[in-house]
């Protein structure tokens, strides 16, 4: 039958805080994690990304933390801002023999709303 | 340089209709990925092309659906015969090489079927 959609997690928080959006995946071979950011209307565009030989990765204004132990994994926003106001997703490319493909498995997705 | 366009932007169709999605890839990809996301879900692989070429169907329905990348012109994704629960959006996305990282994929801004 048909697939019904799911109420996506979110995540509100005041213009300044810092955000945490959160994403578990099942596939204990996955070694490459990239977080994409969509806006309303918009295709994904990249965050960041992180290999799975490293536990943290920061970029400008986020941070991405990888446990492998609880196969989790968090994308850490400072100084949140209105226009980064989104639904979040992290994905995982395929992986053959240590290549990362563009085959990508998404995560469910928060949608994080940003209050001035 | 042009980014992945993707044409309709949007696209209404009555049930039992044909609906054609176009994607022309950023110069130089001639790798291509079709996603579907229904509403409030992640993106869900469709199929994967290269020129002439379908390399990776496994997210294909089964009926109504199919898709090509002509030596010449976009990468069309077909829909025949279209029900309501095709309404979605559809999302392209090209790279430049099979193997990736994430800031070398990049999305299209999708085409959103309606079916009424």
């Known amino acids: 039958g048909e697939s019904v959609g799911l109420h996506l997690p979110t995540l509100s928080v005041q213009e300044g805080d810092n955000s945490i959006i959160n994403c578990a995946y099942s596939n204990s071979a996955s070694d490459y994690f990239i977080w994409y950011k969509q806006e309303s209307g918009k295709g994904p565009q990249f965050i960041i990304d992180i290999r799975s030989n490293m536990d943290k990765r920061q970029g400008q204004r986020v941070t991405v933390l990888l446990n492998k132990t609880v196969k989790h994994l968090s994308l850490q926003i400072a100084a949140t801002q209105p226009g980064d106001s989104a639904v979040y997703f992290c994905a995982d490319p395929l992986n053959a023999g240590g290549t990362s493909y563009g085959k990508l498995t998404f995560g469910q997705g928060t949608i994080l709303t940003v209050h001035p | 340089n042009a980014g992945v366009m993707q044409n309709p932007r949007h696209l209404v169709r009555r049930r039992g209709q044909e609906a054609r999605l176009r994607c022309s890839p950023m110069?130089?990809?001639?790798?291509v990925y079709w996603y579907r996301q229904l509403p409030e879900e992640g993106l869900k692989f469709m199929v994967y092309?290269?020129?002439?070429?379908?390399?990776?169907e496994s997210g294909m329905p089964k009926e109504r659906f199919s898709a090509e990348f002509p030596k010449e012109g976009p990468s069309i994704l077909r829909i025949q015969q279209v029900v309501r629960g095709d309404s979605a959006a559809y999302f392209c996305?090209?790279?430049?090489?099979?193997?990736?990282?994430?800031?070398?994929?990049?999305f299209g801004e999708g085409s959103w079927l309606t079916v009424v």
């Open positions: 110069k130089g990809h001639s790798h």
């Open positions: 996305a090209s790279s430049w090489d099979r193997k990736t990282s994430g800031n070398t994929i990049y």
């Open positions: 092309l290269q020129k002439e070429n379908i390399i990776d």
